[in-house]
């Protein structure tokens, strides 16, 4: 796909969110809104998986080479697993379709925030990734958790996107372009420095990164567990992709800027791994578990070599895929640790899903969340940060006390001990999108090297 035809896939999506917003008039109602919609991102990924090398388009503000043909058919394809399960579960006690329409709308954004090159396009994609995440997290509006957690998310979020866009107006004052391609070279002096640290400060509070994760646990406990695992993954990979393609400008440019970055992976991966262990709430849990991986995923960054762009781009897919899969397991059992006692009995397909996933997410090989690591740990000892790679071994080391927590009370269990002892009933479309994210965690690892060159990996 070439030109402007190469922008069909984000048109889907965002016709197919218009469509979810009059749920209410279609045949089958919110459901067929979930499914239309998951039928239309699923549609957009296997189209813009085609777009890599479509060229520049609307005056160079947005680049459709192979990195951003990946991202954007990951966040199409994620957006699809999410609504197949909401046509089959739906949302507690509220209407799916506006969930639809608001995962759609984010998903649109992301896409765009995928391609980006510049510094407008930029920051209108990130706040349309964003922004509905928002309102998803507060979506039950009889529930003062959720209230309280979505304004939480949204006061931080909009903080730190003033200060992100401060410092855009910066980079834009030291180079005197809005593209990507006039900050090449063009960004010095203590003006230069600020835009970049202040741009910074937007993108790691966007991925929840320590030193501005603090309100996303909260927001994430009050929020429906479904609303969760979208929120916690999607706009993450767009933010992340975002963060390769301005950062990895930016960090040769920008004196400090690398070491800044390492400081926030370093204690992202020490202070999410740790909160994570006491954790019962699932969503707690994985909320302090996505703080530790944003700390990986910053190493491809702070590496600054060829190998850790794409590297952190495939990671960041591979890390939502289980992430996503494990909270609507949660969705569907509950969302307290002790929920999961006898699964293996009960449901034992899920109970096995369950456990591939959280092995992905360690890094046990040979899953893609393995082959990520890997490539990650790798891109930074190419950039010779010995002590990033040691702290980021240790850090997937602990992490495995906290996922094996989650493991242990399916098998070991009595499912007497499980609260609430019903299962949910049978869902195909819920079934299929669970087995499709298997399918993709298992298939990943040994496909990794086909997708690292279409991301441009050595």
């Not at 080479?65 to 909401?86: E, K, Q, S």
Request: glycine share 12%; charged share 10%.
């Amino acid at each position: 796909m070439t030109g402007y035809a190469a922008l069909i896939p984000e048109a889907l999506v965002l016709a197919a969110a218009l469509a979810a917003l009059f749920a209410g008039l279609l045949p089958g109602g919110a459901r067929t809104a979930a499914g239309g919609g998951a039928a239309a991102a699923a549609l957009s990924a296997v189209l813009a998986a085609n777009t890599g090398g479509a060229g520049s388009l609307l005056s160079g503000t947005l680049a459709l080479d192979g990195a951003a043909a990946f991202v954007r058919a990951a966040i199409a394809a994620l957006t699809a697993a999410y609504l197949m399960w909401l046509a089959g579960r739906g949302v507690a006690g509220e209407r799916a379709g506006e969930a639809a329409a608001l995962a759609l709308l984010s998903a649109g954004g992301g896409m765009l925030l995928a391609s980006a090159t510049d510094l407008v396009t930029f920051f209108v994609a990130v706040e349309l990734a964003t922004m509905p995440a928002y309102v998803l997290v507060g979506y039950r509006r009889d529930d003062a958790r959720g209230l309280e957690g979505a304004l939480k998310y949204f006061l931080l979020s909009l903080l730190t996107s003033l200060v992100m866009l401060y410092g855009l107006s910066f980079l834009y004052g030291v180079s005197g372009s809005t593209r990507y391609a006039g900050l090449d070279g063009g960004v010095s002096g203590t003006l230069g420095l600020a835009g970049a640290l202040l741009v910074a400060v937007g993108l790691l509070a966007k991925i929840s990164a320590v030193p501005f994760h603090f309100w996303a646990p909260d927001g994430y406990a009050g929020a429906p567990a479904e609303t969760v695992a979208f929120v916690s993954t999607v706009p993450k990979v767009a933010a992340m992709a975002a963060a390769v393609r301005l950062l990895g400008l930016l960090a040769p440019q920008v004196p400090n800027l690398p070491l800044t970055l390492a400081l926030a992976a370093a204690a992202s991966m020490v202070l999410g791994n740790l909160a994570a262990f006491p954790q019962r709430d699932i969503r707690r849990l994985m909320a302090y578990s996505g703080i530790g991986h944003a700390g990986y995923l910053l190493m491809g960054i702070v590496a600054g070599t060829e190998r850790g762009a794409p590297a952190t781009l495939f990671y960041a897919a591979v890390f939502a895929v289980p992430s996503m899969a494990v909270v609507l397991i949660a969705a569907e059992e509950g969302t307290d640790v002790r929920d999961l006692a006898g699964l293996a009995e009960r449901r034992p397909a899920a109970a096995w899903a369950m456990t591939a996933f959280l092995l992905s997410l360690i890094g046990i090989p040979p899953l893609a969340g393995f082959v990520g690591k890997l490539q990650l740990f790798g891109a930074a000892l190419d950039g010779a940060w010995v002590w990033l790679v040691v702290l980021a071994v240790s850090a997937s080391a602990v992490s495995a006390g906290y996922y094996f927590r989650l493991i242990a009370p399916m098998f070991l269990a009595p499912a007497e001990e499980r609260p609430a002892a019903r299962a949910p009933a049978p869902s195909a479309p819920a079934a299929l999108a669970l087995a499709a994210m298997l399918a993709v965690t298992l298939a990943a690892g040994v496909l990794a090297s086909p997708l690292l060159r279409l991301l441009g990996a050595a």
